[in-house]
């Protein structure tokens, strides 16, 4: 079973991990942000902070929201 704070933990590596990623070469970013790639690895993003990065992944792994919508698709799946 996650714990509270094993999920806090996991949800500060998710965001450690996010930022600290390099970028793909073939990074595009929409909505008229610009990118110009220099000579050095890009890594994580500019994009959110790290406390926003935080609740986005708050958000994603919700454990409430994520068993509701498997117990969705698990009753739409038997037609009831």
Known sequence: MTTLT???????????RFLGWKLPDDF???GGISFKKGPFDTI??????AQQAQEMFEYVLDTNALAEAALLEIRRKLGK
């Open 6 to 16: 094993n999920k806090m933990e996991l949800i500060k590596i998710a965001v450690d």
């Open 28 to 30: 595009s970013p929409d």
């Open 44 to 49: 994580g993003t500019n994009l959110f902070t």
